[in-house]
């Protein structure tokens, strides 16, 4: 490591080939070598010693919603930059809808990233999104460099992001398979949902039950077929009903090229402990019973599930109704979703092995950049967390860096306390300080600085 500008060292570093004693150099911010812990620091190098606090591959989170521009008082890209980076993510991908404009356009993304530019506190891609108009949309966006395009099969909760009908599924589902892209789906079917009991009020139960696991297993049907049927790559986001699994087991065993997501929220909140009126747990589709997340957190341990992200989705608070049906639909968890993970998966017996697993390796692996971020491997971004693994912290909402106070993690005891986070082998975070932003705009095969990499380089 004779060339090494900054060596980190812990006794717990989180490798791809386990946890270890380790000193990890760092040059021109890369990692360069993981090296013996003992091993001399080079003349000139910088060297942070973390003792046993645990460094690990920086979080890379594939499902946020920062909403801006245009709901940029639900959360913007200067928030939520700042909270993933205190939560020990360095790496999210933006979904396409709540901000104004959707990102539906090759236009649209050159605005969304034009307004992302100079706030991003850590790296930041975007996805784009699949309406049932736009089908002559996708291959410019996908030439611009989204990782992949979300289209829901019922509706989305905004009128500017229609869903698409089964032939609009298709269609779309034809077109970016024919150019090698990703369709990412919410799964519900809507058929299902109008024949399910209607619900009003504040009781959760009834929530539920206006959100019944069959619309899931029936819109991941679907798309399993379509699937097969085009030889398409397709992507389940948060998945909640434990239903659908054995259909997904089949569909992976017979070669489908599927992956599946679920969310902290569903892994570690359930439907029976949520009060009446509080909205801050309702998201679609909906936390749903102790039973049903036992199943889930099995086809994790399995791989049925591939991997974990927040899918956090703020609003105002004055959105978060009494009302379950009229409240907005989204969990507010960013910054809270590695402790809210490692707490619920240390107490079933999971290491932060599987946690990095599950929120940075295969994440980086769903948008292909497992070359450069999810692991604490030579050639990868020096982006990484040190967590405190037994720390304990009890979660309040206003100290949060959140643009909207509102999380149905309020109150609960979490473990693993994240000291500092750092990107390209610089500390952009420390005990509540964040540096000035210094995240890249990513794009799905080069990334830039410069916040204009849509004109692709020679
Ligand atoms: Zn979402």
Redesign the pocket.
């Known amino acids: 490591m004779s060339d090494a500008e900054l060596v980190l060292r812990s006794t717990r570093v989180v490798t791809p080939e386990g946890t270890r004693a380790a000193s990890v150099a760092v040059s021109a911010g890369r990692v360069t070598a993981v090296l013996p812990y003992d091993a001399p620091v080079p003349e000139g190098a910088r060297r942070e010693d973390f003792g046993d606090d645990v460094l690990l591959p920086g979080l890379v989170d594939t ?3 920062v909403n801006d521009p245009g709901r940029t008082h639900w959360e913007g890209f200067w928030t939520a930059t700042r909270a993933a980076a205190a939560g020990g993510i360095t790496t999210l991908v933006d ?1 396409p ?1 709540n901000s104004l404009p959707p990102t539906t356009t090759a236009e649209h993304l050159r605005v969304k990233r034009e307004v992302a530019a100079d706030k991003a506190h850590i790296d930041v891609g975007f996805w784009g999104g699949a309406l049932p108009d736009n089908v002559k949309d996708l291959r410019p966006l996908h030439d611009a460099g989204v990782f992949g395009f ?1 289209a829901f099969l019922s509706p989305s909760g905004v009128d500017e992001f229609p869903h698409l009908g089964r032939t609009e599924l298709a269609r779309s589902l034809a077109e970016i398979a024919g150019f090698g892209g990703l369709l990412i789906v ?1 799964a519900e079917d809507p058929d299902h949902l109008n024949a399910a009991p209607r619900h009003g009020g504040s009781k959760y139960a009834d929530f539920l039950a206006s959100r019944p696991r069959g619309a899931e297993d029936t819109a991941i049907a679907a798309l399993i077929a379509e699937a097969a049927r085009l030889h398409a790559r397709v992507h389940v ?2 998945l909640s009903s434990a239903d659908a699994l054995p259909l997904i087991r089949a569909a992976k065993a017979d070669g489908v090229r599927l992956t599946v997501e679920t969310c902290p929220h569903y892994l570690t909140l359930t439907a029976e402990e949520v009060p009446d009126g509080a909205s801050e747990f309702k ?1 679609c589709p909906p936390i749903r019973e102790a039973a049903n997340q036992d199943l889930l957190w099995q086809a994790l341990a399995d791989g049925t599930i591939d991997c974990v992200v927040t ?3 703020p609003s105002t608070a004055d959105l978060k109704t009494a009302d379950f049906a009229t409240a907005w639909g ?1 969990i507010s968890g960013l910054q809270l979703s590695l402790s809210a993970v490692w707490t619920a998966a240390r107490a079933r017996g999971h290491g932060l092995e599987d946690v990095v697993h599950w929120m940075s390796a295969r994440t980086a692996e769903l948008v292909g950049l497992d070359g450069r971020k999810g692991a604490i491997a030579p050639g990868h971004d020096a982006d990484f967390a040190v967590l405190a693994p037994d720390a304990a912290f009890t979660v309040d909402p206003a100290a949060l860096h959140h643009r909207n106070p509102v999380t149905a993690y309020a109150g609960r005891t979490l473990y693993g306390v994240v000291r500092s986070t750092w990107l390209r082998g610089q500390r952009v975070y420390a005990d509540g300080e964040f540096t000035a932003p210094r995240g890249e705009l990513l794009t799905r095969t080069v990334s830039s600085r410069s916040g204009r990499p849509l004109e692709r380089k020679t």
Request: net charge neutral; charged share 15%; glycine share 8%.
């Open positions: 499902h946020v919603h979904m809808l979300k919410h986001l948060h998201c899918d956090h989705s989204g």
